[in-house]
């Protein structure tokens, strides 16, 4: 592109009156030829954020896309503008770090490819401080062959939400009708692309396209900055270092099946990260929160074992490996914060049930025994016990994590949120006495379980202050129906006393 028409595509940004009116009231174009997959916004800081789209290009060449981010949403008034490239060695894909931004303030970005014009993302850089209140959806699980994706419409539409942490479980590798609700499958024609399980590069990447042509996981993307790990199913089940029970030896190599579920995801996702090591970072709000992103699978976690394998107790045996663990460990001595997250992929407290009962392969950070309980004496140490944040599980859990120390049995060392599902199968087909009994097995059988709901879909919101912070579940009438409303669940509150109060 020369640079006329470079400046007169610009230009388009200055004249809003060329565009619909509806354009600035929806913030979405109703048919779009060449952003059939949305804007997306995610890893903010205190001055900068990554903005995302993807271009449905005709052609095999390389795209010239113009960006732009603005005060207003008319465009009035654009403060940061540039021209990126994008090519099939990218998919098509467009991310921008837009530096030189504002703390704690809301942009709004779009993009122009061939005189047409994506959606109008909303985007928000974070606080210096907790002046004013942090508030955060927690979600992960999003299964799309499990249900609706109504959920991301409900955080899309609430305006308290600030952001966006997904935990997790973003797609789901499994070919058509392998994990799945059946009846729900046959009903909706929600069928997975590409059909067959995810093993290459181009595999990956169909599957992306594929949830992100969802209207309403565009909503969310379009209205809330995420910020994201992964867990196992951005690779295969129960995925570690070196494989995946879900990856088997006529699949190819690991590595390469992990390397190309890696980079569809650096493509697809809005992080700022470019290698497995970049995934684990933190964020610090002042003196007052800190939030330490984990990476749980590819970063040196050894192979699941069986509950019974005595192996599992070895000290030689990770989660994480010891470069993390060690940095982990030091931040969280050295943190001056009042409150200090852990954003984590799998259950780290644990709980009894009958299930428990049976021989199992432990994906959970109870299957690694010795580095759980290192990582325990670090929480034990600190002055505040540290609050985690749990994905993977489907369903909602409160639980406190006891010292295992004899002597300190009852000493509180950490508490974990344990967000559901947005969609991925629980125990939701489950009669409504069977699920009332599990759960009042749990409490009998669990004493630090502060509460469960084995059924339900949907998030919770963190909603942080410098003198406390609460826990807000929402959940999700019904799953399989397109216009499901939402439902209040419970709320708990921790103090500046570090007492936990609740309102179930």
Request: proline share 3%; net charge neutral; glycine share 4%.
């Amino acid at each position: 592109m020369n640079r006329r028409n470079f400046v007169k595509r610009s230009m388009l940004g200055m004249i809003p009156l060329l565009f619909p009116v509806k354009v600035f009231s929806i913030f979405a174009h109703p048919e779009n030829k060449h952003f059939i997959h949305g804007v997306a916004s995610g890893d903010p800081t205190i001055d900068a954020v990554i903005i995302w789209t993807h271009i449905n290009a005709v052609n095999s060449g390389e795209c010239n896309v113009e960006w732009q981010v603005a005060n207003d949403a008319a465009f009035k008034n654009i403060i940061k503008r540039g021209l990126i490239t994008t090519s099939q060695e990218r998919d098509y894909t467009v991310k921008v770090d837009v530096a030189g931004l504002e703390s704690n303030a809301v942009y709004f970005y779009r993009f122009i490819y061939n005189e047409t014009i994506s959606d109008i993302g909303i985007c928000k850089t974070l606080p210096i401080s907790l002046l004013n209140a942090l508030k955060i959806a927690v979600i992960s699980c999003n299964n799309y062959e499990d249900g609706y994706f109504t959920s991301f419409r409900h955080i899309a539409d609430n305006p308290e939400i600030d952001y966006v942490f997904h935990l997790g479980d973003y797609i789901y590798e499994y070919g058509t009708g392998q994990y799945c609700n059946k009846e729900f499958l046959e009903e909706s024609n929600r069928l997975n692309d590409p059909l067959h399980e995810l093993i290459s590069l181009a595999d990956y990447r169909k599957r992306y396209a594929l949830y992100r042509k969802d209207k309403e996981l565009q909503k969310a993307h379009r209205t809330k900055s995420f910020i994201c790990i992964w867990d196992d199913h951005e690779l295969a089940n129960n995925a570690y270092f070196g494989g995946a029970k879900n990856h088997q030896s006529n699949e190819g190599s690991w590595s390469d099946r992990s390397a190309a579920a890696v980079q569809a995801y650096f493509e697809w996702m809005p992080v700022r990260a470019k290698s497995t090591s970049e995934m684990i970072r933190s964020i610090k709000v002042g003196k007052d929160a800190n939030f330490f992103f984990l990476e749980e699978r590819l970063d040196g976690r050894d192979k699941q074992l069986l509950s019974n394998d005595p192996e599992k107790l070895s000290t030689q045996r990770k989660m994480i490996s010891k470069k993390q663990f060690d940095h982990l460990s030091e931040e969280l001595k050295g943190s001056d914060a009042r409150w200090n997250f852990l954003v984590n992929q799998v259950m780290f407290t644990g709980y009894k049930s009958k299930k428990e009962e049976s021989i199992k392969e432990e994906d959970w950070w109870t299957g690694y025994p010795y580095q759980r309980d290192q990582l325990i004496e670090v929480f034990e140490g600190l002055k505040n016990p540290p609050i985690i944040l749990t994905g993977d599980h489907h369903q909602s859990h409160v639980l406190e994590l006891n010292s295992p120390d004899a002597s300190t049995k009852n000493k509180l060392v950490a508490w974990e949120f344990l967000t559901p599902s947005i969609t991925s199968k629980n125990d939701d087909r489950l009669t409504s006495e069977q699920i009332a009994k599990k759960s009042k097995l749990l409490y009998k059988l669990n004493p630090h379980m502060v509460y469960n709901d084995v059924a339900a879909h949907g998030y919770f919101i963190l909603n942080v202050t410098k003198k406390q912070i609460s826990i807000s579940y929402k959940f999700n009438e019904d799953i399989l129906l397109r216009d499901s409303k939402e439902r209040q669940g419970p709320d708990f509150i921790i103090d500046n006393s570090n007492k936990l109060k609740k309102n179930v």
